[in-house]
């Protein structure tokens, strides 16, 4: 079974900064277009940032843009989401997912923004 592992989220306060991780020893990142998603309490799963499996422009939700990067080393088989300028209105648990001929998630990972 294919497994994404998450890390890095936590309790930060607003006007702050994480660093997401995603990894698998399963999968190749670089064959997959990988993306996080996030799922606010109450709320369905929405598409933060994207990242093409090809060269390309990654895409980001309009909420995050200018203070969410996405990006991965493939050396390590690592996915990041940078993210800063943290509100409480970010406050969700993160996903990582990969997907191509199959889509696979992983566990997520709660960050939590405090006002």
């Known amino acids: 079974q294919v497994q994404l592992v998450e890390s890095g989220g936590g309790l930060v306060p607003a006007g702050g900064s994480l660093r997401l991780s995603c990894t698998s020893y399963?999968?190749?990142?670089?064959?997959?277009?990988m993306s996080w998603y996030r799922q606010s309490s109450g709320q369905g799963r929405d598409l933060v940032a994207f990242n093409a499996r090809l060269d390309g422009d990654p895409t980001y939700a309009d909420s995050v843009k200018g203070r969410f990067t996405i990006f991965r080393d493939d050396a390590k088989n690592v996915l990041y989401l940078d993210m800063k300028n943290l509100t409480p209105e970010d406050t969700a648990m993160y996903y990582c997912q990969a997907s191509w001929d199959e889509v696979y998630w992983g566990r997520g990972t709660q960050v939590t923004v405090s006002s």
């Open positions: 399963d999968i190749t990142f670089k064959d997959y277009g």
